[in-house]
């Protein structure tokens, strides 16, 4: 076990790195609990993933706009949570670019959506770097505070292997119901 931890700690910052390009939420409150047991630096957790979350979406901004046919076959697929994405960014306005690193489903499809219209890139560059900046220590230091419940639930899980299916298929339930929903044809 101390082994897997070293692993963790070596190639930990890495992996953080890569993941939070598209998101990082499970990968930073990983980190943070490694950083409650002693095992990575919170400070640099933390700044790791701002950086990596910002460039991930500055990224998917910029690709949108400038590479935006190469963009729109691979969204074929997900055209209506685009369209989604789109009603969102009208109703709540810059507000989305803050909100969307919270909710899983739209992360990555929010900056798309943005960089299909003609928002300002500046602009758009600026509240990432906050928006950024404020989920990388929202979540770090959350997970950090609360590693302590989290490890007991971790254990709780590694006792009894059947919770952990459980929890995946009600959570993915629960995001697939809202994703249909808010994307199905109003008739």
């Known amino acids: 076990m101390e082994e897997t931890f070293s692993n963790l700690a070596t190639y930990g910052y890495i992996g953080l790195f890569l993941y939070s390009l598209g998101g990082g939420f499970v990968a930073l409150v990983g980190a943070g609990v490694l950083s409650f047991m002693g095992k990575m630096d919170l400070s640099l957790v933390i700044f790791i993933a701002f950086i990596a979350n910002a460039l991930g979406d500055v990224l998917l901004f910029y690709m949108a706009r400038y590479q935006k046919s190469t963009m729109m076959e691979g969204l074929r697929k997900h055209r209506r949570k685009l369209a989604l994405s789109h009603i969102m960014m009208k109703k709540y306005g810059s507000w989305i670019i803050l909100f969307q690193k ?65 929890i995946v298929v009600v959570f993915g339930g629960i995001l697939w119901f809202y994703l249909t929903y808010a994307t199905k044809k109003k008739s």
């Open 102 to 166: 919270f909710v899983y489903g739209i992360k990555t499809l929010i900056p798309i959506a943005i960089g299909l219209t003609k928002y300002d890139f500046k602009k758009f560059v600026i509240l990432n770097i906050l928006s950024a900046g404020a989920w990388a220590l929202v979540v770090g230091l959350g997970s950090y505070y609360s590693g302590g419940v989290l490890i007991k639930v971790a254990e709780t899980v590694s006792e009894k292997p059947w919770i952990a299916p459980i």
